[in-house]
C-alpha cells in the first residue's frame, strides 16, 4: 500500500469515528464550484460485491439523499450553460459504460429524489465490457471453468487485478480477442449475473431519452484506452456512438467520456479536431487542456459520510 493510500485509510477512519460521535461535517469553501462525481453501475442489496465500480442500491439512495441535502445537483444541460448556485457546492452525477441496471435500479432513485444525472455509453450491445466479464470470472472460479488461467497463461500475468491493468493497453486485436474469448463463459452462468453486465440496447436509450433527468453522452464504441489507437481509430470509435446517439435525438453526442480516464495530449488534440465539445477525464494525471474536466470515481467500500 502507497503512503498516499495509508493516509486515505486513516483519514476514513478518523471521519468514520467523528460520525459515530454525530459531530457535524464542515462544508464550507467551495460554494459556486463544481464537482464532477463518475459512478458506473448499481446492484441489488443481496447481490455480492464482485468490483469496486457497484454500489449496492440501498447505499446509493443513501449518498444521493445526503448529496441532494447538502449540495445543488446539476444536469450536463446546467454544467454546459454554466448554471450554477453560488451558495453551495454543485455536483454534476455521471455514470460510465452504459449499464442497463442505470435503467432498472438508478433511474427509479433519481426519480424519486429528483436528480439529474448523465450517462455515458457505448456502441456495444450484445458483446459485454471485458471488465465486467473478468470480474466475475475472478470472482466465481467454480463456475468460470478454465477462462481466467487461460487467459493469465496468454499475457503472463499472475493475477487478475494485473491481467486488468496489463489488457487496456494492449494493442485493439489482442483486447477485443481477449473479451470474445471471455464472452464464452457459460451462459447459464452469464444470465444469473446479468446485472453485473448487461448494457443498453437501442431501445433502452430510447426510452432513456424521453426522461428528463437523464443526458446521454458519448464513451467511445468498444471502451478502448484512447491512448493505444491512432487517429483514425479514434475517430471512428467517437463517430460510432455520435451516430447511434444522434438518431436518438441525444443533444450531448459530442460530449465524451475517456474510457479508463486514459488521455493525452495528442488524444485531446484529436478529439478537438473531431468537434468533441467537452471531454470527461479521470481524477488523476489531468492535463490542463480548454473544456477538459476532471471527475471523482466514488469508492463503494466506504461509509456515506467519507465519500
Known amino acids: 500500500m502507497t503512503v498516499k493510500g495509508i493516509r486515505l485509510r486513516l483519514k476514513w477512519a478518523l471521519l468514520s469515528a467523528v460520525d459515530l460521535l454525530g ?3 464542515n ?3 467551495r460554494e459556486g ?7 458506473h453501475g448499481v446492484c441489488a442489496d443481496t447481490d455480492e460485491f464482485i468490483n469496486g465500480r457497484f454500489h449496492k442500491e440501498s447505499a446509493f439512495r443513501d449518498l444521493l439523499t445526503e448529496l441532494k441535502q447538502r ?3 446539476i444536469s450536463l444541460d446546467d454544467f454546459l450553460a454554466n ?3 453560488p451558495d453551495k457546492l454543485n455536483i454534476l452525477l455521471t ?3 452504459g449499464y442497463r441496471n442505470n435503467l432498472t435500479l438508478v433511474l427509479p432513485i433519481i426519480e424519486d429524489l429528483g436528480c439529474p444525472i448523465t450517462i455515458f455509453v457505448t456502441g456495444r450491445t450484445d458483446l459485454p465490457l471485458w471488465t465486467d466479464l473478468l470480474d466475475l470470472a475472478a470472482a466465481y472460479p467454480s463456475e468460470s471453468g478454465t477462462i481466467l488461467n487461460e487467459l493469465l497463461a ?7 487485478k494485473e491481467l486488468k491493468t496489463w489488457l487496456p493497453l494492449q494493442p485493439t486485436e489482442v483486447v ?3 473479451n470474445r474469448k471471455l464472452n464464452e463463459l457459460p451462459e447459464q452462468f452469464l444470465d444469473t449475473t446479468r446485472v453485473f453486465w448487461e448494457l443498453f440496447s437501442d431501445n433502452d436509450l430510447r426510452l432513456l431519452q424521453t426522461r428528463p433527468l437523464v443526458s446521454l453522452a458519448n464513451h467511445s464504441a468498444n471502451h478502448l484506452s484512447f491512448v493505444t489507437l491512432t487517429e483514425d481509430q479514434m475517430a471512428q470509435e467517437i463517430n460510432e456512438v455520435r451516430t447511434r446517439l444522434s438518431n436518438i435525438g441525444s443533444a450531448y453526442a459530442s460530449v465524451f467520456a475517456y474510457p479508463y480516464g486514459h488521455h493525452n495530449e495528442a488524444t485531446i488534440a484529436r478529439l478537438n479536431d473531431l468537434g468533441i465539445e467537452q471531454q470527461f477525464l479521470a481524477e488523476w494525471e489531468v492535463k490542463e487542456a480548454p473544456r477538459s474536466w476532471k471527475r471523482l470515481t466514488l469508492n463503494p467500500f466506504i461509509s456515506t459520510r467519507n465519500m
Not at 464550484?33 to 459512478?39: K, W
Not at 496468454?154 to 487478475?160: E, N
Open 176 to 178: 477485443l480477442e481477449i
Open 154 to 160: 496468454i499475457s503472463g500475468v499472475k493475477t487478475s
Open 71 to 73: 449540495f445543488h445537483i
Open 33 to 39: 464550484e463544481v464537482q464532477i462525481l463518475c459512478f
Open 23 to 25: 459531530l457535524p461535517l
Open 95 to 97: 455514470f460510465d459504460d
Open 27 to 29: 462544508l464550507e469553501g
Open 83 to 85: 448554471r450554477l448556485n
